[in-house]
């Protein structure tokens, strides 16, 4: 059933608009803000991708090309994408809050954020959208902390990125 649902998903990503591309990749921006002491991350995804996922997952034929979706695509992606992201700060496991998507163009972003008490140390990050579905899938992850920035990819074949901010 699993081989079925991916063919049904590579079927649906490939069924696009003249704006296809061969690439599949997520990026993920993670800041610290020093003001709000909060972690505060943007995921951007290729709406096609995203929206063939969440139309397989929902057994229904879904585009954000459609006002009429948006609402549908909107709520399955606050469960979709938190299920796929896990953040530890500092050894310890730290969830991020889902606070909003918007469309631009064919880019989704997504707004997550967690309180932190103080500046994380190190950052262990998993994002593992779309890994399973595409073939090729890179999860590109920038993170900034006072004013470091360190980065990383995670692929089918890697597991978290880790960043070190001492």
Known sequence: MKSFISCLFLLLAHQ???HSHNVYSSFTLIEWNSVDNSIES???IHAHELEAKLSVLLNERLTFLEDSDYRKLEAATAQYIPKHIQLTVDSVPTPLTYLGMENEGQIIKVYLE???AETPQALQFMNSILLDDLPGQVNTIVAIVDGKRVGGEIT???GPANFTFK
Request: charged residues 25%; negative net charge.
């Open 114 to 116: 967690a309180d932190l």
């Open 42 to 44: 943007i995921i951007e």
């Open 16 to 18: 696009t608009p003249a």
């Open 156 to 158: 089918a074949d890697t």
